[in-house]
């Protein structure tokens, strides 16, 4: 029931301070019924004094103030203790609410940092694939051939080498480990050559002059994040160092498909 319920909700002092008001009230309200019987008998007999009658009605007066004096108190506190249960209410949802809002923000923090990761990394990817789309090269250069038969007094116009003289040289590319590899183009470019290199081009196993590059590729490990694919060539050139360069082409794991497993077999294939 709604009665019983406020009543539920009234502390201690609060009701304390109704059943005394209520005595006062009905004890005030005795007297001066008792005090109103006085003064009719008191007008009936003539006999008596007025001024007994009138203390009584003061008395009761009295009490019907001190009645009121208590009922407002409790009327006081009954307000007092619903203002603070409704401070306590209002402050248990402010932090409810503050809570929630730190929690928003919270989630609002991680969702920026994790889509900042993804962007990087993004970013990193995009990256990748233009510098391997745009490859990778590498250069080594190689001496003149020194002949078997030149001795250390040898004129200054060397005989020239065979090609069987000529040493084996690797020319190594990094890329990184788990990509897959589209092209492997060997360029030449002599001692005093300014030309550009993608203007001097050799096909694998194919002559450049003196020099001659390995069909094949090959692959050896680098570090844990690179490999590096090479490919073999040799001069016999005497009079002139030979500048050997490897450009590479390739796609980052992410991108790639089954070539992966066999990186240099799908560039051969090429």
Not at 200 to 206: I, T
Request: charged residues 25%.
């Amino acid at each position: 029931m709604p009665g019983l319920s406020l009543f539920n909700e009234l502390s201690p002092n609060v009701i304390g301070a109704l059943i005394g008001a209520g005595a006062t009230l009905i004890a005030a309200l005795i007297n001066l019924r008792i005090a109103w019987r006085r003064e009719v008998l008191d007008r009936l007999q003539r006999s008596r004094s007025t001024a007994r009658g009138r203390r009584g009605l003061l008395v009761a007066i009295t009490i019907l103030v001190a009645a009121a004096a208590v009922g407002g108190y409790a009327g006081a506190l009954y307000v007092m203790q619903r203002d603070r249960q409704h401070t306590t209410a209002m402050r248990a949802e402010l932090q409810q609410q503050i809570a929630q809002i730190k929690e928003a923000a919270a989630r609002f923090g991680e969702s920026r940092l994790a889509e900042r990761a993804a962007i990087e990394a993004e970013a990193r990817v995009l990256d990748e694939r233009r510098r391997g789309a745009e490859g990778v090269a590498a250069t080594v250069r190689i001496a003149p051939c020194r002949p078997r038969a030149a001795g250390g007094d040898a004129p200054v116009e060397l005989p020239a080498c065979a090609e069987a003289e000529a040493t084996r040289v690797a020319v190594c590319t990094p890329i990184p480990i788990d990509a897959a590899v589209v092209e492997v183009t060997p360029q030449a470019r002599y001692e005093g050559d300014d030309a550009d290199f993608n203007e001097r081009r050799v096909a694998r196993g194919g002559r450049s002059g003196l020099a001659r590059f390995a069909e094949q590729p090959f692959e050896r490990a680098e570090s844990a994040s690179t490999r590096q694919v090479c490919l073999d060539v040799w001069s016999w050139d005497s009079q002139r160092a030979l500048d050997a360069r490897l450009l590479v082409k390739y796609l980052p794991a992410d991108r790639t498909d089954a070539a992966r497993a066999t990186p240099v077999q799908a560039a051969v294939a090429r």
